[in-house]
């Protein structure tokens, strides 16, 4: 029994799947709305919104923060810059995540949207 499982693993070890989080993190950084599986979509959501409240904060304490989480000084430039100055009256829910009718050809896969609001 897996009684105190909390996080999806999508069948990958510890070091790919932050890989594939901070990636995906990167992606929606930078092109502000990406199409993934709905599970993957609902992964990233809390990593992005925390990235964001750490954004929100913009000291270089939170800007260290976040470079350790994505990994990237580009996309950390924007979050800071273009992004986090959107939602300074905004108390959180920075993301949404919308399903799509249509599934995936290979494995009939949900797939969805995540997008900043």
């Known amino acids: 029994m897996a009684h105190t499982t ?3 693993t999508f069948h990958r070890e510890t070091g790919q799947r932050a890989a594939l989080i901070r990636s995906l993190a990167r992606s929606l950084v930078f092109e502000e709305r990406i199409s993934t599986t ?3 979509a609902k992964a990233l959501r ?3 919104e925390r990235l964001v409240t750490y954004a929100k904060t913009n000291t270089l304490a939170s800007r260290r923060l976040a470079i350790t989480r994505i990994h990237d000084k580009a996309a950390v430039k924007k979050l800071f810059d ?3 100055p959107r939602y300074e ?3 959180g829910g920075y ?5 799509r009718t249509k599934r995936g ?4 896969r ?8």
């Open 6 to 8: 909390k996080a999806k």
């Open 95 to 99: 993301t949404r995540v919308v399903k």
């Open 110 to 117: 949900k797939l969805a949207y995540i997008a900043f609001v």
């Open 105 to 108: 050809l290979n494995d009939a």
């Open 46 to 48: 809390p990593f992005v």
């Open 89 to 91: 009256s905004r108390a």
């Open 38 to 40: 709905e599970a993957k």
């Open 82 to 84: 273009a992004i986090a």
